[in-house]
């Protein structure tokens, strides 16, 4: 991190109505969180002292995403959208105090590195753009540079044949000194063709008023911006092909890469395996030489090492796998903590529960844990056995070393190494099948 105070301004107040949505545009999930959260999980490479984030349209919406993926983010509203410049100079009550060196980002702009927010921020000029050089310029502004720096920045409409050939051109992200900010947004102007106060007019301000302008340049690939459903289905793309490689490159097997989602924060240690057909959605932590089979889903879940799940599991927020813990295919587990060496083999369902070590739980059993209302806990203790089709009516304790008989309904605490059955007297009438069957043929016959 930079000596220099650094703090965010995340630009997120567009509707996007090239996405064809009622969403707004940062809102659109890439790799299972909104566009904003990317430029917020890059920023934090800055330890920021400050982060503001511009809202407009649908600002509702966007601040309380906000609110989950950085809370302590504050908004600030525009709520007429009248261009780049205007946005920041919204948030900039919110920077009051601070002094230090501001990046502002776009909230539908998810690649940015974070060795290029840290070049942005530790650079020594007063101001400084961050470009590229285009494989296909089109019609982005051109940078000139000259031996003092970035001289100005060309809009395609204004370009000259010699401008138009250069190839390093504008991303629209930009640094520069807090202080130096606020004394030139309010000459920004907006006699142009869209009426609207843009950013790009402040390093021309700066180097009017004396001030170093630089350039710092980054990949292309880092600035792809998301206007439409094409273009984000393409960032998927390249945001999980990343993120195969980078798993790949710390140690973790994955049997079919290409089958395997990721989420932006998937935490995998080396020597974990990753069966074909999984996918992570936010909030996973999976220790090293955990193992998870084909075919299952897992979100807001830890796995601890040496634990196995599936295939065709589904871990939801909550889950907690002690080492060891076996979790079989189609078990589900929410908001419940497995001890160690815990054993769900198959067909079961554990909502809000905790289990004990060694604990073993039969196929078909379920924690009715919700009784339209309210959601209770269930506990199960130590090395306990419970029989297939169990339905344990929470809130209920299973003791260490009890036992549940097959097909039993559990609503009271059963105490340690005690037995409970809670079922139906089997009765069996000879005979009555057959007739049955017989009656009910002839009634299909007439």
């Not at 600002?59 to 261009?83: F, S, W």
């Not at 459903?229 to 490689?245: G, I």
């Not at 084909?294 to 002690?322: D, I």
Request: proline share 4%; glycine share 12%; aromatic share 4%.
């Amino acid at each position: 991190m930079s000596d220099n105070p650094a703090a965010l301004i995340v630009l997120a107040a567009g509707q996007g109505s090239r996405m064809q949505s009622d969403l707004p545009k940062v809102l659109h999930r890439l790799g299972g969180v909104p566009l904003v959260g990317h430029a917020l999980a890059a920023g934090r490479a800055l330890e920021p002292e400050r982060i503001v984030v511009v809202a407009g349209h649908g600002a509702q919406a966007v601040e309380k995403a906000v609110a989950k993926l950085e809370p302590d983010a504050a908004i600030a509203l525009q709520t007429e959208q009248l261009g780049t410049g205007h946005a920041v100079l919204q948030a900039m009550p919110l920077l009051e105090g601070f002094d230090g060196r501001v990046i502002v980002l776009y909230g539908d702009t998810p690649f940015i590195g974070e060795d290029t927010l840290l070049a942005l921020s530790s650079h020594p000029a007063d101001v400084v753009v961050l470009g590229f050089e285009a494989a296909d310029p089109g019609r982005y502004g051109r940078l000139v540079v000259g031996p003092e720096g970035l001289e100005r920045i060309v809009e395609f409409k204004d370009a000259d044949a010699a401008t138009c050939a250069i190839r390093l051109v504008n991303s629209g992200v930009l640094a520069a000194d807090a202080a130096l900010l606020r004394e030139l947004l309010p000459h920004v102007g907006n006699e142009n063709a869209s009426g609207e106060y843009y950013l790009t007019d402040i390093p021309a301000l700066a180097r009017a008023a004396g001030r170093r302008v630089e350039v710092v340049t980054c990949d292309e690939s880092e600035t792809l911006g998301i206007n439409t459903r094409a273009e984000l289905a393409a960032a998927e793309a390249a945001f999980q092909s990343r993120a195969r490689e980078l798993a790949l490159e710390d140690g973790v097997t994955l049997t079919d890469p290409a089958t395997v989602w990721f989420a932006l924060d998937t935490v995998i240690g080396r020597d974990a395996i990753i069966g074909q057909n999984v996918v992570f959605g936010p909030g996973v932590t999976i220790e090293s030489g955990a193992e998870i089979l084909p075919f299952c889903h897992l979100e807001g879940c830890h796995v601890s090492a040496g634990a196995t799940v599936g295939p065709f599991a589904r871990l939801r927020p909550g889950a907690e796998l002690g080492g060891d813990v076996h979790v079989g295919n189609f078990v589900e587990i929410k908001n419940s903590v497995l001890d160690e060496g815990v054993k769900v083999g198959h067909l079961t369902y554990l909502g809000d529960a905790h289990v004990g070590e060694r604990t073993n739980i039969g196929a078909g059993t379920i924690t009715c844990n919700y009784d339209g209302v309210f959601k209770h806990k269930t506990e199960i203790g130590a090395d306990a056995f419970i029989g297939s089709d169990t339905m344990l009516v929470a809130p209920v304790r299973v003791g260490a070393r009890a036992m549940t008989g097959s097909g039993s309904v559990v609503t009271e605490d059963v105490p340690d190494d005690a037995l409970a059955i809670g079922r139906s007297r089997q009765v069996t009438k000879p005979g009555l099948a057959t007739r049955l069957m017989q009656a009910l043929r002839q009634k299909k016959g007439k």
